[in-house]
T-cell receptor
Framework: ETGVTQTPRHLVMGMTNKKSLKCEQH?????MYWYKQSAKKPLELMFV???????ENNSVPSRFSPECPNSSHLFLHLHTLQPEDSALYLC??????????????FGAGSRLTVL | AQTVTQSQPEMSVQEAETVTLSCTYD???????LFWYKQPPSRQMILVIR??????QNATENRFSVNFQKAAKSFSLKISDSQLGDAAMYFC???????????????FGKGTKLSVKP
């Protein structure tokens, strides 16, 4: 399989649940990203990892916890979320983090609904 | 901080016709990259076209072309010979070229929903 793969495609969880989103890239890229896409708002960058090291954390609440065990895998652990956290969560990767020329390749997203 | 504005929440075009999607941005930087991404109902964001700010020539990719006006900070996307498969959300995005800071961040507009009528 090629490209960026995200699982699950859909997730419904209660506010007290713990769940995780998974992202896997088969492109040999060194940087991986989590974006949040809410209705009628621009995509919001949540976290960036470069060579498995977190390089950006854009004031994301601690109920979102990222994990990057290697350059091919990225997780977003979810705990005690709020209904306003319902959104499409997009994972992306790029060859490296610093070069503005690098194109981001996105996955198809995980649609999260928090009840 | 950089911002990206797409002033058209929705647009519609007849199949085989041409449509132009608008995008303006605000930045104090002189070197940067601009992108148009397409997000069809399948939800996967796909790169349509990329423009380097230091290049005056407008980027073209098959039926897709841009009108890049650096002084006006405008970056519109023209889709020629529109096809049903072009129906999607289109996002304009900005990324800094400078080392340091948040240049890893791709800054998006809110998007334009394009409908294509048969």
């Amino acid at each position: 399989e090629t490209g960026v793969t995200q699982t699950p495609r859909h997730l419904v969880m209660g506010m007290t649940n713990k769940k995780s989103l998974k992202c896997e890239q088969h492109l040999g890229h060194n940087a991986m990203y989590w974006y949040k896409q809410s209705a009628k708002k621009p995509l919001e960058l949540m976290f960036v990892y470069s060579l498995e090291e977190r390089v950006e954390n854009n004031s994301v609440p601690s109920r979102f916890s990222p994990e990057c065990p290697n350059s091919s895998h990225l997780f977003l652990h979810l705990h005690t979320l709020q209904p306003e956290d319902s959104a499409l969560y997009l994972c992306a990767s790029s060859q490296d983090y610093r070069s503005g020329a690098n194109v981001l390749t996105f996955g198809a997203g995980s649609r999260l609904t928090v009840l | 901080a950089q911002t990206v504005t797409q002033s058209q929440p929705e647009m519609s075009v007849q199949e085989a016709e041409t449509v132009t999607l608008s995008c303006t941005y605000d930045t104090s930087e002189s070197d940067y990259y601009l992108f148009w991404y397409k997000q069809p109902p399948s939800r996967q964001m796909i790169l349509v076209i990329r423009q380097e700010a230091y290049k005056q020539q407008n980027a073209t990719e098959n039926r897709f072309s841009v009108n890049f006006q650096k002084a006006a900070k405008s970056f519109s996307l023209k889709i020629s010979d529109s096809q049903l498969g072009d129906a999607a959300m289109y996002f304009c995005a900005y990324r800094s070229s400078y080392y340091g800071g948040s240049q890893g961040n791709l800054i998006f507009g809110k998007g334009t929903k394009l409908s294509v009528k048969p």
